[in-house]
């Protein structure tokens, strides 16, 4: 499919509009359906006073070789962030290929995750220098407690808010925190988080979570927003794609983002993440957007934390 020019052009006015009415995340759900974004601008503002860019490139699976070939192509494209995680064993690769890119540092955002075996206040603190040494930086945007690990999660929290304040994470959230483990951690510690990165597809469309962490002002971030592959041929996100003349892919990640949702798709091969990218030129209308949010069967293609006290 064709890549209009135009997906290259940086919006910084438009960034600006969006910084000005921060933290108003109705705001860019609306401004979406404008169609002014771009893979480049589209930003959604945190509770942290930083902007994530609403759609980055997954790098789970991708082995380090993979990896520095997929950043690169999705830095080329006009993506501006990258989701990490120190568990993929990636990081130095992420690091290399945004240093090659030329591109400055501060343009581009980058996640990476604690992991449960370093969970604990001072396995934290360790753990995230770790990771800054992999990746070449001196800090990161975003740092994510990567899974809710009973009896450790709150010291790590304090961690990352220690993090924080240090200036080595610009902004701090949790991942696969169900509203038992937010609502516990709102309880206890005293920073909200940025964002909660869980499995968020029509598939798997948790309105429960999801409006909570609408009611905190919590970033939802959509991870395996094509159900790591698996519902890609489903024939009801075949017939809604035929309908708009896009890709299976596109609807499913289109979806997401018209929610309001930061989205992560992740491929290592340069036309599927050119795709992937190009889903700010169409928009799903509202009777549409309520059939797909119809589809949910609570179907999970990675760990379930439900059941995580
Ligand atoms: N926090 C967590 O616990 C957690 C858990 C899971 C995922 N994540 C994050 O979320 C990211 C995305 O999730 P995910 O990797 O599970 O799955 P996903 O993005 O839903 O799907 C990725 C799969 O779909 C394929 N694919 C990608 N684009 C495609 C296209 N346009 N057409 C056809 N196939 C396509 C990919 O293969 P190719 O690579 O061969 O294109 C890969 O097999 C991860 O990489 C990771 O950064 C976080």
């Known amino acids: 499919m064709g890549i209009g020019k135009g997906f290259f052009v940086y919006s910084q006015k438009h960034q600006n509009l969006e910084n000005s009415l921060a933290p108003n995340y109705f705001f860019h759900y609306l401004c979406l359906n404008t169609m002014l974004d771009t893979i480049t601008s589209s930003h959604i503002p945190t509770n942290q006073n930083t902007n994530v860019p609403a759609l980055g490139l997954g790098v789970w699976k991708s082995k380090p070789k993979e990896c520095y070939a997929a950043v690169e192509a999705a830095l080329r494209f006009g993506y ?6 120190a568990i993929y064993g990636n990081e130095s690769s992420v690091g290399e290929a945004i240093r090659d890119s030329g591109i400055p540092r501060s343009d581009v955002f980058v996640v990476t995750k604690l992991w449960n075996a370093d969970q604990g206040y001072k396995e934290a603190l360790a753990a995230m220098d770790r990771s800054l040494e992999k990746l070449g930086m001196d800090y990161v945007d975003m740092y994510l407690i990567h899974f809710p690990v009973t009896g450790k999660r709150l010291d790590s929290w304090k961690a990352l808010e220690k993090i924080k304040e240090s200036g080595k994470a610009k902004s701090i959230g949790v991942s696969n925190f169900m509203v038992s483990h937010l609502e516990e951690l709102i309880k206890e510690t005293s920073i909200l988080p940025a964002m909660n990165q869980v499995e968020f597809h029509p598939f798997l ?87 797909m949010d119809s589809w949910n069967e609570n179907y999970r293609t990675c760990w379930d934390p439900s059941d995580v006290l």
């Open 80 to 85: 501006r962030h990258i989701d990490s995680a």
């Open 205 to 291: 469309n948790d309105t429960k979570l999801f409006d909570y962490c609408r009611s905190k002002g919590i970033l939802l971030e959509a991870y395996s927003p094509l159900a790591h592959g698996k519902k890609l041929e489903d024939p009801k996100v075949t017939a809604m794609a035929e309908k708009y003349g896009k890709t299976n892919a596109q609807i499913l990640i289109r979806w997401s983002l018209q929610k309001g949702n930061v989205v992560i798709p992740k491929s290592v091969n340069p036309n599927r993440i050119a795709e992937n990218g190009t889903v700010f030129d169409f928009s799903i209308s509202e009777a549409d957007m309520k059939e």
